[in-house]
């Protein structure tokens, strides 16, 4: 969250409550929670071993993969949802159905279905993130401005053309809005999916640590997954806002 | 109804209208919108569509421009039937329906892009009609940067540049406000005249229609039919503000307001 660093009253809240944590560690009143100081101190440690190292790259693979499938199959579920009312009535019960299911239930179902490995993450990352997705693109292209559609065609635009030129770039706010709380859940669903299948990555640390009660290891990674999925969001709302500047006469 | 369009001028092709409307009907579900409208608009003419509002003026636009499928009846545009939008008419939008994310050269040229004309030749014409609609230095603006009436400048300057033959205007300067819009209906006369285009123009202004119409098609309320056509007698030579102080500027605008006072309640 320091990564909001250029917002200063949220920047001193979060000195206030990093000062509280130190204070609450150093009093020893519960073996829960360790000094900041200290869980920094094993954090940077951390980061250097192999083994971190290696789980953060399994994790960020999976949160890869399951992320790019979640965008390209949301964007184009979303597409033809807003714009065909057939699909749209087709798929809006599971969609709805989805957006707001305890998804971490369908873990263990998955893990029957793909094994124990890499696959289970994927899909958990996939089925966390993509029906936002969706329902934020079809929100977006119900959105586009009729006579901006209307202008495409009398202008001669092809189908092509009219999707790629008009219809993706005006939902594009919402889309991008999509993409950003689907990075959020993605976050968890990389986390859920390894801690329930609990062998690889970041859920095996996290296991591990918590089992063996090494909270300084354990705040250290729960610190930087937070890092990560924050920096990423914030990357995401800030390109949302130089593109929300270009819509905002619709 | 009357067929006036034998006097228009001697060219070879005059004696044919640039648009013909046939015996077009469009309902909306139970709503009947139009019923059995005949028209012919005269080549190089500007002709304007005035009525009550809701009387389904901007849907036989839509029509012509092949937007929106008649219920039943034909347009014909050069004696060919109308399936569809075409090349050879272009349209300008009442929400100027400019893409926010272009700019006013892009914008402008957007037209020609989507027809596949390489970026410099559609630059260098949409550079031509944005001087032409007097917005020469903002061609890297973006919309959001321009007032309501620049903002349709780009929409008029877009249709142009696409070189159709027929101009439809659907409300162009309905939402612009009072004192551009004066600027911009002289601006209009100027380009009718200089472009030589047929111009098919809509409006709920009785003013700005016998200001910029040589004929004016006043629709009745729904089911909407042709009530009358008149085509004002105002001397176009004259200073702006010598016509809007014409005689028969102003009679005209008395007479069709006479015309449309008993639909207004």
Redesign the interface.
């Known amino acids: 969250m320091t990564l909001y660093g250029y917002r200063v009253p949220m920047m001193a809240s979060l000195l206030v409550w990093c000062g509280i944590w130190e204070l609450v560690g150093q009093s020893g009143l519960m073996f829960l929670v360790p000094p900041l100081s200290a869980v920094l101190v094993a954090g940077y440690a951390m980061v250097q071993t192999g083994t971190w190292q290696a789980a953060a790259m399994i994790t960020l693979h999976s949160f890869a993969v399951g992320m790019a499938l979640a965008v390209v199959v949301g964007i184009s579920l979303g597409v033809l949802m807003g714009r065909f009312k057939a699909v749209d009535e087709l798929f809006s019960i599971w969609v709805n159905i989805f957006v707001s299911a305890p998804l971490s239930a369908l873990v263990p179902v998955l893990m029957i279905l793909f094994g124990m490995g890499e696959t289970t993450v994927i899909v958990t990352v996939f089925l966390f993130a993509v029906w936002i997705i969706v329902l934020d693109t079809r929100a977006g292209i119900q959105h586009v ?1 009729k ?2 559609i ?9 189908t092509f ?1 009219l999707y790629g ?2 219809v993706l ?2 939902a ?1 706010p919402e889309i991008l809005a999509g993409i950003r709380l689907g990075l959020v859940r993605g976050v968890k669903g990389v986390v859920i999916g390894q801690l329930l299948v609990a062998i690889i990555g970041y859920g095996e640390l996290f296991e591990l640590y918590s089992r063996s009660f090494d909270m300084e290891n354990f705040w250290a990674l729960t610190i930087i997954l937070f890092a990560a999925a924050m920096l990423m969001s914030a990357a995401i709302e800030y390109i949302e806002k130089k ?1 929300d ?6 | 109804m009357t067929s006036s369009t034998a006097s228009i001028h001697a060219l070879p092709r005059a004696e044919s209208a640039a648009v013909e409307v046939r015996s077009i009907c469009k309902n909306y579900k139970e709503v009947e919108a139009l019923r059995s409208i005949d028209l012919d608009f005269p080549r190089g003419k500007l002709t304007t569509l005035l009525g009550p509002s809701g009387c389904g003026k901007t849907t036989l636009l839509k029509i012509i421009a092949g937007l929106v499928e008649p219920t039943s009846g034909e347009v014909r545009v050069n004696g060919k039937p109308v399936t569809g939008p075409g090349p050879e008419r272009a349209f300008v939008f009442q929400d100027f329906a400019l893409m926010p994310w272009a700019t006013v050269m892009r914008n402008v040229a957007f037209g020609l892009e989507l027809k596949g004309m390489g970026k410099a030749e559609r630059q260098s014409i949409a550079r031509h009609y944005i001087a032409e609609v007097g917005l020469t230095g903002f061609e890297d603006k973006y919309p959001h940067e321009l007032s309501g009436g620049m903002r349709q400048r780009v929409g008029l300057a877009r249709a142009f540049a696409v070189n159709a033959e027929v101009l439809l205007l659907d409300e162009p300067f309905s939402a612009v406000d009072e004192q551009n819009r004066r600027k911009f209906q002289e601006d209009l006369l100027r380009l009718v005249e200089k472009e030589r285009k047929t111009f098919i123009f809509v409006t709920h202004s009785i003013e700005e229609a016998v200001y910029v119409s040589d004929r004016i098609v006043l629709l009745s309320r729904r089911p909407s039919r042709v009530s009358q056509i008149i085509e004002p007698k105002v001397d176009r030579t004259a200073s702006p503000d010598a016509i809007r102080r014409d005689q028969g500027y102003l009679d005209t605008v008395e007479e069709i307001w006479q015309g449309l006072k008993h639909y207004v309640d």
Do not use: Q
């Open positions: 401005p006579s901006l209307e202008m495409g065609r009398s202008y001669g635009a092809s053309a030129k008009i770039l005006a594009l593109v500047y270009y819509a905002g006469v619709r």
